[in-house]
């Protein structure tokens, strides 16, 4: 059964730091690869999503990530963090024939003002 | 474009009685899946239902079932609750055959005493 690390569980940074989220994920095939973001109160949203081609991929609010075949890694960056990023972000998998996410543990992003 | 739509919001049960939980997906989808968020874990897959079938589960035992409407919502049952089964659940819908995207609901907040 695949599976998905997050390594870092709670990271605290100060406005305008960059931001670099791991992710790690244990599956051999054909995959497609999430990050969500869970703000305070609020639902579980797509940030971004890789399903093929270019491995560099852009999503909203000035997040992007990097799918690393040869790392089975998508982490996840953003150059300048903002207060309001402060959220938990969640990593997630989709592999091979199984129509099923498989979600890592979460990163919790403090931003400091 | 209504997104995904769960109900109730908070659930306080009992050991030993059942519960149902509702969900109505994205407009245009067809698929609901269910998820099981504990407190600090990401969601774990319950199960999916797709042209009211169960399509696939995850490591959850009997006592959660779901069912799936002509009108693509669905609902979760859970018998012989648990303190165990306190968790946020979490529906998410896509669109079968498209891009394996799922949008996901707020949340059912189970409380079990």
């Known amino acids: 059964a695949q599976s998905v690390s997050q390594h870092n569980h709670h990271v605290i940074l100060s406005e305008a730091a960059s931001l670099e989220l791991g992710c790690n994920y244990s599956?051999?095939?054909?995959?497609?690869l999430f990050w969500y973001v869970q703000y305070p109160g609020q639902h579980l949203q797509l940030l971004l999503k890789?399903?093929?081609?270019?491995?560099l991929v852009k999503g909203i609010k000035g997040f992007e990530a990097e799918f690393i075949k040869s790392k089975f890694s998508f982490n996840l960056r953003k150059p300048s963090v903002q207060w309001s990023d402060t959220a938990e972000y969640f990593c997630?998998?989709?592999?091979?024939?199984?129509?099923?996410?498989?979600f890592g543990s979460g990163t919790q992003l403090t931003v400091l003002p | 474009d209504a997104g995904v739509t769960q109900s109730p919001t908070h659930l306080i049960k009992t050991r030993g009685q059942q519960v149902t939980l509702r969900c109505s997906p994205k407009?245009?989808?067809?698929?609901v899946s269910w998820y099981q968020q504990a407190l600090g874990q990401g969601p774990q897959f319950i199960f999916q239902?797709?042209?009211?079938?169960?399509?696939q589960r995850g490591n959850f035992p009997d006592r959660f079932s779901g069912h799936q409407f002509p009108n693509y919502s669905s609902e979760l049952n859970v018998n012989a609750l648990l303190l165990g089964d306190s968790a946020l659940y979490l529906c998410?819908?896509?669109?079968?055959?498209?891009?394996?995207?799922?949008?996901f609901g707020p949340g059912t907040r189970l409380t079990v005493l």
């Open positions: 998410a819908s896509s669109l079968q055959g498209g891009p394996d995207t799922q949008y």
């Open positions: 599956y051999g095939g054909t995959v497609n």
């Open positions: 890789y399903f093929s081609g270019d491995p």
């Open positions: 997630a998998v989709l592999s091979g024939s199984a129509r099923q996410l498989t």
């Open positions: 407009s245009g989808h067809d698929t």
């Open positions: 239902y797709y042209e009211e079938e169960e399509r």
